[in-house]
């Protein structure tokens, strides 16, 4: 069984530039949670989807945002980069049916200078 | 309140026994989590404990939840050198969503 696949695994962006990630989440499952790690903030929360909705938000301004698709593959989006923005970016996946485990992507590198 | 800390490193010896601590402060989380992180790597899940247990055993891992003090413990038998990586614990926040609550992380170095 397949698991989280993130790409791309790494990504140079310019301030002011956009970017879009994507996860493919593993087969069944139908959460997708996004999750971005920095040195000083640690692992914080972006949001979920769960069967093409966003269930759940975290604190994080209106320039990040994310969709799913009917086959729960997801992306999420940066717009106007800013250099703060540069950090690991997680994807996890859950059944989202009441399970308890959530299970993690490589994550994507961003740099942005 | 979302509040995980845990001590920022931990070293010792191979073959010794290592006890990454954990405090949190949300008494209604249901599930509690340990993940390992490698330098360049994911998040992997290696355990998870549900708030009613007291102690979890799986092979050289050990989860001990003290729910009065919020307080929860890994204990890795016999440590091995391919164990040094960063130790998270989290919590599921009880909204019926994934969202996790991540500790800071516990930098784990096995000294051979």
């Known amino acids: 069984k397949a698991g989280v696949t993130q790409t791309p695994r790494y990504l140079i962006k310019t301030r002011g530039q956009q970017v879009t990630l994507s996860c493919s989440p593993i087969?069944?499952?139908?959460?997708v949670s996004w999750y971005q790690q920095t040195p000083g903030q640690g692992l914080q929360f972006l949001f979920e989807?769960?069967?093409?909705?966003?269930?759940n938000k975290g604190n994080f301004p209106g320039r990040f945002s994310g969709r799913q698709f009917s086959n729960s593959r997801s992306e999420m989006n940066v717009s106007t980069l800013e250099l703060g923005d540069s950090a690991l970016y997680l994807c996890?996946?859950?059944?989202?049916?009441?399970?308890?485990?959530?299970?993690f992507g490589q994550g994507t590198r961003l740099t942005v200078v | 309140g979302e509040d995980v800390e845990q001590s920022l490193f931990l070293s010792v010896r191979e073959g010794d026994s290592s006890v990454i601590n954990c405090t949190y402060t949300?008494?209604?989380?249901?599930?509690l989590y340990w993940y390992k992180q490698e330098p360049g790597a994911g998040l992997q899940l290696l355990t998870y404990?549900?708030?009613?247990?007291d102690m979890k055993q799986d092979q050289r891992l050990t989860v001990l939840l003290n729910k009065k003090d919020k307080h929860l413990s890994l204990r890795i038998a016999d440590t091995q050198t391919g164990d040094s990586a960063i130790y998270f614990c989290a919590y599921k926040e009880r909204t019926g969503t994934y969202k996790y609550i991540f500790g800071t992380g516990t930098r784990l170095k096995v000294l051979a």
């Open positions: 949300d008494s209604s989380s249901t599930y």
């Open positions: 404990i549900f708030s009613n247990m």
């Open positions: 989807y769960f069967s093409e909705t966003q269930r």
């Open positions: 996890a996946s859950s059944s989202g049916q009441g399970g308890t485990e959530a299970f």
């Open positions: 087969s069944g499952h139908r959460s």
